[in-house]
């Protein structure tokens, strides 16, 4: 299952790198929402490869693969543009920095997430029995998801607190300008910190820090299906 994994994760590459060296000219694969979202599934699946080694994370594959599946069928189903020249607001090199910053974190956010709400079922489970019992224990859980979002609060904190705003100032001559997607990816680090400060608080429990896990990952998911189609501003790429 992870060799299967690992030949799909290549093969995914593969399509971002020919979805970029087929626009002309060549460019980087992050102008619209479908490659957007294309470039985000690769990084969850790249991110549970690269950690699996590490922390042994094979029993999260059914649940990654099978988020990446769908996330990607959708992709094509309802979100798929023709290659298009990047618009002019996006040739900046600052694009390869703020996006890449994003998508890894968002990666290790929804691996923590799904960590998250295992740790919350399994809680909640008595059986001995199915794929809840073969999880890791309780501790095991907590510790695997605080790591994945302890890591991506800072990557995220640079990528749309620090280099989005030096960004937005060159193209815009403004730092900060309330638009409803900046304002959501504030709210999105606001509840992370949250959840980190929350972990580091005595009086917390590991299952409230969870699932204010979960709900940070709720507003990543607002973010990206609702603020980028259906608000109007600034950072309206989705090509929709």
């Given at each position: ?207 409230s820090a969870n699932y204010l896990a979960i709900v940070g ?24």
């Amino acid at each position: 299952g992870l060799l299967l994994t690992g030949i799909g994760a290549l093969a995914h590459f593969v399509a971002l790198l020919g979805r970029g060296m087929a626009a002309d000219p060549n460019r980087v694969p992050w102008g619209n929402m479908y490659e957007f979202t294309l470039s985000g599934t690769f990084f969850v699946a790249l991110i549970f490869l690269v950690t699996n080694r590490r922390w042994r994370l094979s029993w999260l594959g059914p649940i990654v693969v099978g988020f990446v599946l769908v996330v990607m069928l959708a992709n094509v189903l309802w979100l798929y543009e023709p290659v298009a020249p990047l618009t002019e607001a996006l040739e900046s090199y600052w694009l390869v920095i703020h996006v890449v910053s994003a998508v890894i974190a968002t990666g290790a956010f929804t691996l923590g997430a799904f960590t998250s709400l295992l740790y919350l079922l399994k809680a909640r489970s008595t059986k001995d029995k199915g794929y809840l019992a073969r999880l890791p224990d309780l501790p095991a859980l907590d510790r695997i998801s605080y790591r994945m979002h302890a890591f991506g609060f800072p990557v995220w904190t640079f990528g749309v607190l620090i280099s989005g705003p030096i960004w937005a100032h060159q193209a815009w001559s403004s730092y900060w300008n309330w638009d409803p997607k900046e304002v959501w990816t504030f709210v999105i680090w606001v509840i992370y910190a949250a959840y980190l400060h929350a972990r580091a608080t005595t009086g917390w429990s590991a299952r409230s820090a969870n699932y204010l896990a979960i709900v940070g990952f709720g507003a990543i998911l607002v973010n990206y299906m609702v603020v980028n189609v259906f608000f109007v501003g600034q950072h309206s790429y989705s090509g929709m």
